[in-house]
């Protein structure tokens, strides 16, 4: 099963960028739907990148599309998370996760499983 591990958060700028690593010990990435997810004190977690393996299709919300791009390195393992052009709403704890099926784009939170401990992105004006 999934085994994920974030890292790449830290303190950034507005308008700078951050790349986020996902790595999966447990080998599956490449055989699942994997999802980046994000959630700040007193919020719900709410999903914002999420990319199926079998049909290559992703999934963004709209306050991160076009600045924010999700990708997998199957020979790594790794799920990543390239963000641009970042803005102080965007400071929250940042989360990985897999999703129990291979070919969705769902980007709901409660049907993942396997999550990451998450990695803090702070963006300062």
């Known amino acids: 099963q999934a085994q994920l591990v974030e890292s790449g958060g830290g303190l950034v700028q507005a308008g700078g960028s951050l790349r986020l690593s996902c790595v999966d010990s447990g080998r599956t990435i490449s055989a699942k739907t994997v999802g980046w997810f994000r959630q700040t004190p007193g919020q719900e977690r709410e999903g914002i990148a999420c990319?199926?393996?079998?049909?290559?299709?992703?999934y963004y919300k709209n306050s991160v599309k076009g600045r924010f791009t999700v990708s997998t390195d199957d020979a790594k393992n790794t799920l990543y998370l390239q963000m641009n052009s970042l803005k102080p709403e965007d400071t929250a704890v940042y989360y990985c996760?897999?999703?129990?099926?291979?070919?969705?784009?769902?980007?709901?939170?409660?049907?993942?499983?396997?999550w990451g401990q998450g990695t803090q992105v702070t963006v300062s004006s």
């Open positions: 990319f199926s393996n079998s049909d290559g299709i992703s």
């Open positions: 996760a897999a999703h129990p099926e291979s070919a969705t784009t769902s980007c709901k939170p409660w049907e993942y499983e396997h």
